[in-house]
T-cell receptor, first 110, second 116 residues
Framework: QKEVEQNSGPLSVPEGAIASLNCTYS??????FFWYRQYSGKSPELIMS????GDKEDGRFTAQLNKASQYVSLLIRDSQPSDSATYLC??????????FGDGTTLTVKP | ETGVTQTPRHLVMGMTNKKSLKCEQH?????MYWYKQSAKKPLELMFV???????ENNSVPSRFSPECPNSSHLFLHLHTLQPEDSALYLC???????????????FGEGSRLTVL
């Protein structure tokens, strides 16, 4: 079992729709959770961080965390073509080790 | 100046060559990292440095040799690499090695390495 698993892509949504990206993790002691966005040919950049159960909203982005289910998700409302990228889920274990998922490639079609 | 800069951006080398990748961070961070990103594989953590001291080496072959002369600079020395080492090598920094507390990693643009 992978330490961090993301829903297999690619994911394609029409412009204006909600894109839903999912991530599960195996280390129940994990403390911190991050979503990075990586445009093709570019480096990852942080877009959301979440540390406690529940929802965290930032503009069109909402991160959701459920530690009991070991599940973290990212919702993108009103998806735009500029949101087309690969989204990486990163989980920080209690010991501080960071583990990334394989990434989910999102395409938003005009 | 961008936060984390890497040079060179692209490198092609033969299996017998010796080359080095350079990373410099201008953020005043205490921790620096080397990651490897291969096609269709997750980011792989290679090395972690905290205040110039190596704190993690994730079973990386000895043909990769890191060096951290100060908290702003990080090198990855390459020697007798294999074609399967071709990948994007990303340098990152964070305020503190305790990522659970300090939050995000700041990545450089990466060095695209091709080994012939």
């Amino acid at each position: 079992q992978k330490e961090v698993e993301q829903n297999s892509g690619p994911l394609s949504v029409p412009e204006g729709a909600i894109a839903s990206l999912n991530c599960t993790y195996s280390d129940r002691g994990s403390q911190s959770f991050f979503w990075y966005r990586q445009y093709s040919g570019k480096s990852p950049e942080l877009i959301m961080s979440i540390y406690s159960n529940g929802d965290k909203e930032d503009g069109r982005f909402t991160a959701q965390l459920n530690k009991a289910s070991q599940y973290v998700s990212l919702l993108i409302r009103d998806s735009q073509p500029s949101d087309s990228a690969t989204y990486l889920c990163a989980v920080i274990a209690a010991a501080g080790k960071s583990t990334f998922g394989d990434g989910t490639t999102l395409t938003v079609k005009p | 100046e961008t936060g984390v800069t890497q040079t060179p951006r692209h490198l092609v080398m033969g299996m017998t060559n010796k080359k080095s990748l350079k990373c410099e961070q201008h953020l005043g961070h205490n921790a620096m990292y080397w990651y490897k990103q291969s096609a269709k594989k997750p980011l792989e953590l290679m090395f972690v440095y905290s205040l110039e001291e190596r704190v993690e080496n994730n079973s990386v072959p000895s043909r990769f040799s890191p060096e951290c002369p100060n908290s702003s600079h990080l090198f990855l020395h390459l020697h007798t690499l294999q074609p399967e080492d071709s990948a994007l090598y990303l340098c990152a920094s964070s305020q503190d090695i305790r990522l659970a507390l300090s939050g995000e990693l700041f990545f450089g643009e990466g060095s695209r390495l091709t080994v012939l």
